[in-house]
């Protein structure tokens, strides 16, 4: 190992994931003052760290062929509540502020005028099963760009129609595979699958990929999320 140069180097993310709920599982047992809950989360800090230093902004996922997609009916419906959230598609904005030199409200006509991309990428769930959707939409590299973000901003938060949020760093966030999707097998999203907009997020396990999205904030302060803040792997990469 040449001098300077770390050992997770060598490690895959992937393995260094399946490690981590061993530590976990470690601490599971109450001690008295919050003892357990601050190891715990020392635990999930250093998860975050070593997973932001094996990150590669430039490393694309496997995208897979027509044949290897997932089909329709197995295009599984996945979230916090069983019910879908009741708002009005029609009024639907996406309110962005923040770090922005342009924050304000932007229908889905600005977000259909930027180009489109569609790919086969593996959604991977934290449960253990995962499925290849067709996606289609707008890079949100594209987007951030669009509105003026900062690109030195460390993260972006986003906040659901049903409550959930969840958050990135900035990195992942410009990725060239992340999607504003509003599109799957060449279609609009259904209701249950995000309609009208959602985060697609194929270096990250599908609890980042948020559905109905109607607030985007860019900032310098690392922000939670409905599962982070439970003690989820707040980077969360595969």
């Known amino acids: ?39 715990l989360r020392s635990v999930q800090k250093f998860n975050d760290w070593v997973q932001e230093k094996v990150f590669s902004p430039a490393k694309l996922v496997p ?9 329709e009916d197995g295009f599984r419906v996945n ?3 069983a019910e879908d959230p009741d708002f009005d598609l029609d009024a639907w904005k996406l309110q962005v502020d923040g770090l922005v030199s342009r924050p304000g ?17 593996r959604h991977v769930c934290v449960e ?25 901003a460390g993260y972006l938060a986003v906040e659901c ?27 609009p999203l259904t209701l249950s699958h995000g309609a009208p907009l959602r985060i697609v997020m194929p270096t990250k396990l599908g609890y980042k990929s948020a559905k109905w999205i109607t607030r985007m904030t860019v900032t310098n ?4 999320g409905y599962w982070e803040d439970q003690g989820y792997d707040w980077f969360a990469g595969l």
Not at 63 to 71: F, G, I, L, W
């Open 128 to 152: 253990g099963w995962s499925m290849v959707p067709k996606w289609g939409g707008a890079v949100l590299k594209d987007f951030l760009s669009m509105v003026g973000a900062d690109p030195k």
């Open 161 to 187: 129609a049903d409550d959930y949020s969840t958050s990135y760093d900035m990195p992942s966030a410009l990725h060239p595979q992340t999607l504003l999707c509003y599109e799957a097998y060449n279609k």
């Open 79 to 81: 979230g916090k509540d």
């Open 221 to 224: 302060e690392k922000p939670g």
């Open 63 to 71: 995208e897979y062929s027509e044949a290897e997609v997932t089909t």
């Open 1 to 39: 190992m040449k001098p300077g140069k770390s050992s997770i180097d060598g490690l895959s993310r992937r393995k260094l994931l399946k490690l981590s709920p061993l530590v976990l599982l470690a601490g599971c047992d109450a001690t008295p003052n919050g003892a357990t809950e601050s190891f």
């Open 105 to 121: 409200s932007y229908g889905m006509s600005a977000i259909l005028d930027l180009p489109k991309r569609v790919m086969n990428t």
